[in-house]
C-alpha cells in the first residue's frame, strides 16, 4: 500500500507538479496559494530546477510563455485578483498553442473583495478571460488527493493538446489537510520538435508566435485550434455520479461545493427523497453527457455553487432547457451547508420556487 501523507492542497499541487517533472515555476505571493509558491522555493533548488518570484503577476506569466516556449514542463499559480492579471499572458499562450499549468485558488470578489474561499472565477475560467476566441482545459479537484491527482493530469493534458490547463481550486481545498499519496504512472513530457531550443546549425529556426499580420492566415489559424477544442470535448470531458439512476431531483456542483452537496444528497435519501449529485470533474469541457442522461428522468436541477450562480448556465445548456434548473448558493466566502442545499432539494422536489 502507497504511503500516505498529511498535506495541504498547496502542498500537495506543488509536490504532484514536481513528480510530474515540472522544474520551473513562476510566481508571485497571494493568499490564499501563497503555500505553492513556498513549497517551491524550498523544493526546486534542491532538485536542479528553477523557482522564481517575479515582480508581478504580469512578469511571471510571460516567464512561464518564455520557458514553455523552449518545450519545458512549467507551472504558475496565483488567486483571483492575480489570475485576472496574468490574462492577457494566458491569451498569448493560448494563441502560440503553448502548453502550461496554470493554478487558480480562488477567492471571494468582485475586486480585492476577501481572502475567503470562493467558485466566482467560473465565468473567467471557462469562457476565456483574455481577448480572443480560445479555451482552456479547466481542472476541478474536490480534494487534496485530487489536487495532486489534477496536477499530474494538468501537465500531461497540457501536452498532449499544446495548451494551457487550469487547475481551478478554492481556498478551502488548497487550505485544508488530507492524507495523500504520490503513486502515480506519470507519463513523462513527449518530444516537442516546435520548441525554441536552437538549431545547433541542423534544423530551420522554430518561432513561436500568436500575431498573425495576414487575416485569412488567422482564420485558418483559429479554424484549426476549434478542431483540437472539438477533439478535446470528445475526449477528455471528466465527471462523477452519485445516486442519480433514479434521482428526480440531481444537484450539480464541483469542489467543496459538491462535498458539501454529497452530505445532503444522503440526508435526502434517507428523508425519502430521490435526490442525486454529478460533479464535474472538467469544467471546460463542460461533461454534458451525463446530464442529458439525468434530464431523461429528473425533474429538475440544482446548480450549488460558492458564487451568484455561474455554472448554472452550463447545466441549463446540458439539459437544453427541457427541465428546471434552481441555484444554490453563497458569496463572500461563506458556503452552504448541507443543511441550506437540503432545502433546496425539498423544494425542487416540492416544486415549491
Request: hydrophobic content about 40%.
Amino acid at each position: 500500500m502507497a504511503e500516505k501523507v498529511l498535506m495541504k492542497g498547496n502542498e500537495a499541487i506543488a509536490e504532484a507538479a514536481i513528480i510530474a517533472g515540472c522544474r520551473h515555476y513562476f510566481g508571485y505571493p497571494i493568499t490564499p496559494q501563497t503555500e505553492i509558491a513556498a513549497y517551491m522555493a524550498k523544493r526546486m533548488p534542491k532538485i536542479g530546477g528553477v523557482f522564481l518570484q517575479a515582480e508581478s503577476e504580469i512578469a511571471a506569466i510571460n516567464m512561464v510563455y518564455g520557458c514553455s516556449s523552449a518545450g519545458k514542463r512549467v507551472m504558475t499559480s496565483s488567486s483571483s485578483p492575480g489570475i485576472s492579471l496574468k490574462q492577457e499572458g494566458i491569451s498569448y499562450l493560448a494563441g502560440s498553442d503553448l502548453p502550461c499549468l496554470i493554478v487558480n485558488a480562488q477567492r471571494g470578489g468582485p475586486g480585492l473583495g476577501g481572502i475567503q474561499p470562493s467558485q466566482s472565477d467560473y465565468f473567467q475560467a471557462t469562457k476565456g478571460g483574455g481577448h480572443g476566441d480560445y479555451h482552456l482545459i479547466v481542472l476541478a479537484p474536490a480534494s487534496v488527493q485530487e489536487m495532486a491527482e489534477l496536477t499530474i493530469k494538468g501537465f500531461e493534458l497540457a501536452d498532449k493538446y499544446c495548451m494551457p490547463v487550469m487547475l481551478l481550486a478554492d481556498g478551502t481545498t488548497g487550505q485544508m489537510m488530507e492524507p495523500v499519496t504520490f503513486d502515480f504512472d506519470v507519463k513523462p513530457a513527449p518530444e516537442k520538435p516546435w520548441a525554441t531550443t536552437g538549431t545547433k546549425m541542423q534544423r530551420e529556426h522554430n518561432i513561436v508566435n500568436s500575431l498573425y499580420l495576414q487575416p485569412e492566415k488567422l482564420e485558418v489559424t483559429n479554424l484549426e485550434r476549434y478542431k483540437k477544442y472539438e477533439t478535446v470535448k470528445e475526449n477528455e470531458a471528466m465527471w462523477e455520479e452519485f445516486m442519480t439512476e433514479d434521482a428526480d431531483v440531481v444537484v450539480a456542483a464541483f469542489g467543496i461545493a459538491a462535498r458539501v452537496s454529497q452530505n445532503a444528497v444522503i440526508e435526502a435519501r434517507k428523508q425519502g427523497i430521490k435526490a442525486g449529485l454529478i460533479r464535474p470533474i472538467t469544467l471546460w469541457p463542460f461533461p454534458e453527457t451525463p446530464f442529458k442522461k439525468a434530464a431523461e428522468h429528473a425533474k429538475a436541477f440544482i446548480s450549488v455553487e460558492l458564487s451568484m450562480g455561474q455554472m448554472i448556465e452550463d447545466v441549463k445548456l446540458s439539459v437544453s432547457c427541457t427541465k428546471p434548473v434552481y441555484f444554490c448558493g453563497r458569496v463572500g466566502g461563506m458556503i452552504p451547508s448541507p443543511a441550506e442545499v437540503l432545502s433546496a432539494i425539498k423544494k425542487a422536489d416540492g416544486g415549491d420556487r
